[in-house]
């Protein structure tokens, strides 16, 4: 190991992460990498051994409270060689003492768990491929015209940190289609819909009920027919799986939610889709 490193990525070397990550069938977006990026632009590492990149990981830290890991990923040939757990070390070192969040694989979190974090839900992968187009609510507006900062203060209701630069590299790019349910003059959820390597995914889905929920769940699908459509659902949120069981999406996979310190507490049944499982 003389000639093994742990260093940071560049910018440009997050790609081969988002590759990675499209390999071990995650199903990345096309921008995933710049929006990720522009949370912490220090957040990335790698392992080089003799050079040549065998293994990345993720810590992005939000605030001085709050990071969270992904990317987790060694080359085949190399794991179970001891170059993953110094990727992490690193990674735990750079986080300090803020809490951390991570979304783990089943076959993962037992390892997760020697490190310190405590399971809080599991969240289940769905898909769906909608065929017809279906009428939208007029209250559903782009999020373009809603205010920016009002986004950023509900949002922030539905994470564990405030998160401008990602929302505003999140909701502006060519492949992405946000959507809000505005009543009254009040936000009541808002939602969006990437392309990814296969199919679209939805997330973030925020909303005040399972109402909002479904019909901006509904609007978002107009823009992925006839493509799988992937919606990532905290288990708890009992609304949110009973609207995938009337749509008759398909199980894909899963993950656990696990957090390094205390569970933030974070308002599940508003929740019907994370954001994105590589970043909270």
Request: charge should be negative; glycine fraction near 10%.
């Amino acid at each position: 190991m003389s000639d093994y490193n742990v260093e940071r990525m560049t910018k440009d070397e997050i790609k081969l992460a988002v590759d990675w990550a499209a390999r071990e069938g995650w199903n990345p977006g096309a921008n995933d990498a710049d929006c990720f990026h522009a949370i912490d632009p220090k957040g990335f590492f790698k392992g080089t051994l003799n050079g040549e990149t065998i293994g990345c990981a993720s810590a992005l830290i939000y605030d001085d409270k709050f990071a969270f890991c992904g990317f987790y990923i060694v080359d085949p040939e190399h794991r179970a060689s001891g170059y993953g757990i110094q990727i992490t070390r690193a990674r735990l070192d750079y986080i300090g003492d803020r809490n951390a969040g991570l979304d783990g694989v089943v076959d993962m979190q037992d390892k997760y768990a020697r490190l310190g974090y405590e399971m809080a839900h599991r969240s289940i992968r769905y898909a769906h491929t909608p065929t017809e187009s279906k009428d939208v609510y007029p209250q559903i507006i782009p999020v373009g015209q809603v205010p920016f900062y009002d986004l950023v203060d509900f949002d922030a209701k539905h994470f564990f940190a405030r998160r401008e630069s990602f929302l505003d590299c999140w909701l502006n790019q060519s492949t992405h289609t946000g959507l809000a349910l505005v009543d009254d003059g009040t936000l009541k959820g808002y939602g969006l819909i990437r392309k990814c390597e296969t199919g679209h995914k939805i997330g973030p889905l925020f909303a005040d009920d399972a109402e909002v929920a479904e019909a901006l769940y509904q609007a978002l699908c107009n823009h992925g027919l006839n493509e799988p459509v992937y919606l990532d659902i905290p288990e708890p949120n009992t609304a949110g799986i009973e609207m995938a069981k009337r749509y008759e999406m398909d199980y894909v996979f899963e993950c656990g939610r696990m957090y390094l310190k205390d569970d933030p507490g974070l308002p599940l049944q508003n929740i019907f889709g994370i954001t994105t499982f590589e970043a909270g």
